[in-house]
């Protein structure tokens, strides 16, 4: 048991439609990141939220859109997506925030499998 | 450019033999994490490693950061059709918010 949850597991979407992922932590940490892992690519870090605050967004179109209402929640907004998104869409945690003074460790949610038409 | 080089990419091996996956980079890291990943699931944590030189044990699998905290590797003994999985390797620098990863090993190991 990790202590991260995701929902939904799987999600067929058309590129018109709008739809959001959800992640939700239950170990009281403080940073929360979402990261896109498609087939034969190394994990792609997207956003980075620590205490509700985003600190990094890494290159995202803005199609992803993410929100965090407060520490222990994390979406991402899904709008007008390319078959090219499809991918397993990966939330972690962490107590602290990576790159912190005291080195930190990062659980993983099992994912969102994401299937764009 | 792609700051943690996992080694090999993939491997097949049969049950009971031994394998050593790498973890290389030019940077410093501040800890150096190792995970295990089953298809359509998320990376499971296997260990957390802090200090250059540490050496950590879990059951078959050891695990060793670099003096210099550059590198890491996982070793496995014995290994087990339950050992397959896509393995890897991420770490963090002081002054960045973020965790490099690395381009993952695939194991598969033959009963």
């Known amino acids: 048991e990790t202590g991260v949850t995701q929902t939904p597991r799987h999600l067929v979407m058309g590129m018109t439609n709008k739809k959001s992922l959800k992640c939700e932590q239950h170990?009281?940490?403080?940073?929360m990141y979402w990261y896109k892992q498609s087939a034969k690519k190394p994990l792609e870090l997207m956003f980075v939220y620590s205490l509700e605050e985003r600190v990094e967004n890494n290159s995202v179109p803005s199609r992803f859109s993410p929100e965090c209402p407060n520490s222990s929640h994390l979406f991402l907004h899904l709008h007008t997506l390319q078959p090219e998104d499809s991918a397993l869409y990966l939330c972690?945690?962490?107590?602290?925030?990576?790159?912190?003074?005291?080195?930190?460790?990062?659980?993983f949610g099992p994912g969102t499998r994401l299937t764009v038409l | 450019t792609q700051l943690l080089e996992q080694s090999p990419q993939f491997l097949s091996i049969q049950e009971g033999e031994n394998l050593t996956v790498y973890c290389n980079s030019s940077s410093v890291f501040s800890s150096l994490q190792w995970y295990r990943q089953e298809p359509g699931e998320g990376p499971v944590l296997l260990v957390t490693?802090?200090?250059?030189?540490e050496v950590k044990k879990l059951k078959r699998l050891t695990f060793q950061f670099g003096d210099a905290r550059k590198d890491s590797s996982l070793h496995i003994t014995a290994a087990q059709p339950g050992d397959t999985g896509l393995y890897l390797c991420?770490?963090?620098?002081?002054?960045?918010?973020?965790?490099?990863f690395g381009t993952g090993t695939r194991l598969k190991v033959l009963a």
């Open positions: 991420a770490g963090d620098r002081a002054g960045t918010y973020k965790y490099i």
């Open positions: 170990l009281g940490h403080n940073a």
């Open positions: 490693v802090v200090t250059g030189g």
């Open positions: 972690a945690s962490s107590l602290r925030l990576a790159g912190s003074v005291k080195p930190d460790t990062q659980y």
